[in-house]
């Protein structure tokens, strides 16, 4: 019993431990005076109105929206047709490309980040916002690779050969037996992607820092002119949109199978 009661306590110490950053940094979020103070003096939730009413946090807010909505999209089309030929094995050689997959995301960001620099100052298109899109879906491109993969995975081969046997083509099974039932975990590739593409900052930045301002560049930028709570509440809000898409995938996702703690059967 007492065995029990210090585990828990343990585990309640570790969690809070773990939540103290977040803790401080919404203290400070409202925070009334311009200062990051925590515990904070007075409470005001005006930091947060200046996020979206305060054109250049709201310019920054938009941008990396739509760059993280544009690099997950881009992610997921390079991955699907990639998670597919890897599922069919259609050459003996199909691993490499599952390596090629993984390999942006298991590089270090920063030398990652140096490489799409050199090769879009190269190309002379450095600094365009289309080259961030690039560099970002190549980057995450790993995320919808895997879930996707383990979507299919869960396809029971049987019903393939039963639609063939009963005279469906490829592109007709594919369309409505194999999409269906990978649309999950599409979605699930789309999702991951888009939050951490949300909150990257060093290949952003080498690639369109001094053109196209996000978010993450903004509160960086922010630090060089003096602090500010609006700092604070945009990364609240960016861990409460997180949260949200986390929180969506785990009530409608297979998340025991996407975090790897279940094999498919069969």
Known sequence: MAGRILQHVFLGLVGL???????????????EKKSLTFPPDGLSLAWYGELFTDPGWRGAL???????????????????????????????WA??????????????????????LSFWATAGIYG??????????????????????????????????????????????????????????IISGYAFAFVLSLNE???????VGFTVETLPIKVFNALRYGYTPT???????????AALVFGLIARF???RRLLGAMRSEG
Do not use: C, K
């Open 95 to 116: 691993n490499v490309f599952r390596l090629l997959g993984v390999a942006p995301f298991i590089l270090p960001p920063v030398i990652t980040a140096l490489g799409f």
């Open 128 to 185: 365009q916002p289309v080259t961030a899109v690039i560099s970002h879906a190549i980057f995450f491109v790993t995320l919808p690779l895997v879930t996707i993969s383990l979507g299919f995975t869960t396809i029971d081969r049987a019903l393939l050969e039963a639609a063939a046997t009963m005279g469906a083509d490829d592109r007709t099974i594919v369309r409505t037996i194999i999409l269906p039932l990978i649309v999950p975990y």
């Open 62 to 92: 938009v941008a990396s929206l739509l760059l993280a909505a544009f690099a997950a999209a881009l992610a997921v089309i390079i991955a699907l047709p990639l998670a597919y030929f890897l599922w069919r094995r259609i050459a003996p």
């Open 231 to 241: 700092m604070a509440s945009a990364s609240v809000v960016f861990v409460l949109l």
């Open 17 to 31: 431990f773990l939540a103290m950053p977040l803790i401080v940094v919404a203290g400070v979020s409202v925070n």
């Open 253 to 255: 996702g297979d998340i």
């Open 201 to 207: 900052y060093i290949i952003a930045y080498m690639t």
